[in-house]
Structure formats: structure tokens, C-alpha cells
């Protein structure tokens, strides 16, 4: 079973998406569980302060070391659990990634807001910093619902068709190809013939030369390293 933390000041925001649907009865089947811990319920003072203004000045406000670490050491065993920050400075989120993660026993995530968390915790706790994409989020909680969804995902049981997981974008370093379904004619407009021909290998070699195109289109990063692979 995967062992999921998330450390927030929004604790109102869970489970969320993830209380829905395939994960939620996956939840109920115990193949993953989830816990939510308050990050203001470990503040050191009567306000329950979580944050300061930065050292050098600037805007915004800091998460600050001393709270989060009272959180996160009272409910994280460090040699054992795999601790992740998402955060737009740190390694980009990808398919592989998520394949990597789904392997581990246990997951804390450290949902951050303000200008970020202060960068003596980071190091001090070794904490691994994950980027979803080149763009900036108003806190970790909605970045944290797209990181498990993709890694919850690949649990086994999780998903009724194993074979969709290996169809997908990104599992052959291509993107997935069109799909199409019925009703056969639809606004005047009907599917590839080949689709309908019942010939497999027909059907499978233009799937691979539309991945092939678009990935070639969209993603020219994709294409590169896929030529590369193929070498």
C-alpha cells in the first residue's frame, strides 16, 4: 500500500478530487491512504504563525523553518519516506518520474505558499523540489492533485484496462494518437478507414505514424529524443 502525507494550511481542501471515483474506492481497498496534517497546528506561538517577511528584504512573505520542520519531523521518517516540495524551481514532473514514485511504500508532500519555504529546511531535511511545468501556482495544494493523480494512477488495481497505461502518451516517448468512436458518421465526418478495415497491423502501423506526426508537430523535444532512441 502507498502511504500518502500532505503537509498544508489548507487542510479543507482534502481529499478532494482524490475522494472521487477509482481513487477513492482505491482508498477504500486500501491500496493507498491518505493522511492530511495542518501545518498551523505545529506553530510555536498563540496566533498560530506560519510565515515571516524575508531576510534582504522584497515581497511577499516565507514559510518559515522552524514551523514546518516541528511539522514534518513529528510525522516523517526520513530514512524511510520519500519527501517531496513542489515547487517552480525545482526538477520537472514527468512520466517517468511518476512510474518511479509509484514504486515507493511511502510519499510526503510539502504544499508551499507565499514566496516558498525557507531554503535552510530544504537542505537541512534533503528534500527533493518538483516542478509540474513553467508556471507559478497560488499554493502546492492543486499541484498536488495533478502529482498523485498521475502516480496514483499506476498502482496496480488501480485502473480496470492495464493495457491504456502502455497505449499512452509519453510511455513510448511519443504522443498518443487520435481516437475515434461512435456513432460511425457524425457532421458529415466519419473515421479513418483504416480503423474499420479489422486489420490490425494496418490499424497499429498508422496509429505509430500519427504519434509519430504529431509528436513530431507538437513536441519537437519528444521527437528529438525519440529519433535518438532509435539509433
Known amino acids: 500500500m502507498l502511504r500518502?502525507?500532505?503537509?498544508?494550511?489548507?487542510?479543507?481542501?482534502?481529499?478532494?478530487?482524490?475522494?472521487?471515483?477509482?481513487?477513492k474506492k482505491a482508498r477504500e481497498n486500501h491500496i493507498w491512504s491518505l493522511d492530511i496534517i495542518n501545518i498551523r497546528d505545529y506553530a510555536l506561538d498563540k496566533h498560530k504563525?506560519?510565515?515571516?517577511?524575508?531576510?534582504?528584504?522584497?515581497?511577499g512573505m516565507v514559510?518559515?523553518?522552524?514551523?514546518l520542520s516541528n511539522a514534518i519531523d513529528t510525522n516523517i521518517n526520513f530514512s524511510k519516506e520519500k519527501t517531496i516540495y513542489l515547487?517552480?524551481?525545482g526538477k520537472v514532473f514527468n512520466q517517468k518520474i511518476a512510474k518511479k514514485m509509484s514504486k515507493e511504500k511511502n510519499i510526503n508532500i510539502i504544499c508551499g505558499h507565499f514566496e516558498g519555504i525557507d531554503q535552510r529546511?530544504?537542505?537541512?531535511?534533503?528534500?527533493?523540489?518538483?516542478?509540474?511545468?513553467?508556471?507559478?501556482l497560488s499554493g502546492g495544494e492543486t499541484a498536488s492533485f495533478v502529482f498523485l493523480d498521475s502516480?496514483?494512477?499506476?498502482?496496480?488495481?488501480?485502473?480496470?484496462?492495464?493495457?491504456?497505461?502502455?497505449?499512452?502518451?509519453?510511455?513510448k516517448g511519443?504522443?498518443?494518437?487520435?481516437?475515434?468512436?461512435?456513432?460511425?458518421?457524425?457532421?458529415?465526418?466519419?473515421?479513418p478507414e483504416v480503423l474499420l478495415s479489422g486489420d490490425h497491423a494496418k490499424i497499429?502501423?498508422?496509429?505509430?505514424?500519427?504519434?509519430?506526426?504529431?509528436?513530431?508537430?507538437?513536441?519537437?523535444?519528444?521527437?528529438k529524443k525519440y529519433l535518438e532512441k532509435k539509433k
Do not use: C
Request: charged share 30%.
Open 63 to 67: 514559510m518559515r523553518p522552524d514551523v
Open 4 to 23: 500518502v502525507k500532505i503537509f498544508t494550511l489548507y487542510p479543507d481542501l482534502f481529499p478532494g478530487p482524490l475522494d472521487i471515483g477509482l481513487y
Open 121 to 136: 529546511l530544504l537542505d537541512a531535511r534533503e528534500i527533493e523540489e518538483i516542478s509540474l511545468g513553467d508556471y507559478v
Open 49 to 59: 504563525t506560519v510565515d515571516d517577511k524575508p531576510y534582504g528584504g522584497g515581497s
Open 151 to 171: 502516480i496514483l494512477r499506476l498502482l496496480p488495481n488501480v485502473l480496470g484496462n492495464k493495457g491504456s497505461l502502455i497505449e499512452e502518451s509519453f510511455e
Open 87 to 89: 515547487s517552480p524551481k
Open 174 to 191: 511519443l504522443l498518443e494518437h487520435p481516437h475515434y468512436t461512435k456513432p460511425e458518421k457524425w457532421e458529415q465526418k466519419r473515421p
Open 204 to 223: 497499429n502501423d498508422w496509429r505509430l505514424s500519427q504519434s509519430e506526426d504529431i509528436t513530431r508537430r507538437q513536441r519537437p523535444d519528444l521527437w
